[in-house]
T-cell receptor, first 113, second 109 residues
Framework: KAGVTQTPRYLIKTRGQQVTLSCSPI?????VSWYQQTPGQGLQFLFE???????NKGNFPGRFSGRQFSNSRSEMNVSTLELGDSALYLC????????????FGPGTRLLVL | AQRVTQPEKLLSVFKGAPVELKCNYS??????LFWYVQYSRQRLQLLLR??SRESIKGFTADLNKGETSFHLKKPFAQEEDSAMYYC???????????FGQGTRLTINP
């Protein structure tokens, strides 16, 4: 099976802009989770979508949002970008059951200038 | 609150020596615990999880609920083990991983 894919791989934006990142899960996986990775804070959970519904949410401001489509593909959006949003954004997919292994994509590296 | 602590940011050992990467957690219920590894220029991937109790690439990890630890061990390190290792926890049935800060393991020839 093909692995988790993320597009684009790299992005450069300026403060105040918004950005949309995309994630395609492994075929058959219904859960998609998003994580932010920074040198200072490490890997932090953003949110999880399952069957087009947000099922879990981390402690990020409302500028961070997401959605999931009927084919399980997911997007996350960050509005009004701040310098501190520069990070590697990882998505992970799993079948969706409790405690199942999550499989990670390569990430999208976002740089905010 | 859920928390994972990896006390060593960097760990360097010689090839053939034993390796132990420490992981302590804080969680009030019964957690699911994982070790993920990231090799250079590769994506984050699962190394092992406590529920499977299997050995992957010679690594093992035992969940010690009394000490709330899930240390990763390998008796004889190999150069290809050099990587970033993350301990992670999920609980309450949620598909939410709480990660430790990671340990960068370097195996010296």
């Amino acid at each position: 099976k093909a692995g988790v894919t993320q597009t684009p791989r790299y992005l450069i934006k300026t403060r105040g802009q918004q950005v949309t990142l995309s994630c395609s899960p492994i075929s058959g996986h219904r859960s998609v989770s998003w994580y932010q990775q920074t040198p200072g804070q490490g890997l932090q959970f953003l949110f999880e979508y399952f069957s087009e519904t947000q099922r879990n949410k981390g402690n990020f401001p409302g500028r961070f949002s997401g959605r999931q489509f009927s084919n399980s593909r997911s997007e996350m959006n960050v509005s009004t970008l701040e310098l501190g949003d520069s990070a590697l954004y990882l998505c992970a997919s799993s079948p969706g059951g409790a405690g199942e292994t999550q499989y990670f994509g390569p990430g999208t590296r976002l740089l905010v200038l | 609150a859920q928390r994972v602590t990896q006390p060593e940011k960097l760990l360097s050992v010689f090839k053939g020596a034993p390796v132990e990467l420490k992981c302590n957690y804080s969680y009030s219920g019964s957690p699911e615990l994982f070790w993920y590894v990231q090799y250079s220029r590769q994506r984050l991937q699962l190394l092992l999880r406590h529920i499977s109790r299997e050995s992957i690439k010679g690594f093992t990890a035992d969940l010690n609920k009394g000490e709330t630890s899930f240390h990763l061990k390998k008796p004889f390190a190999q150069e290809e083990d050099s990587a970033m290792y993350y301990c992670a926890l999920s609980g309450g049935g949620a598909q939410k991983l709480v990660f430790g800060q990671g340990t960068r393991l370097t195996i010296n020839p």
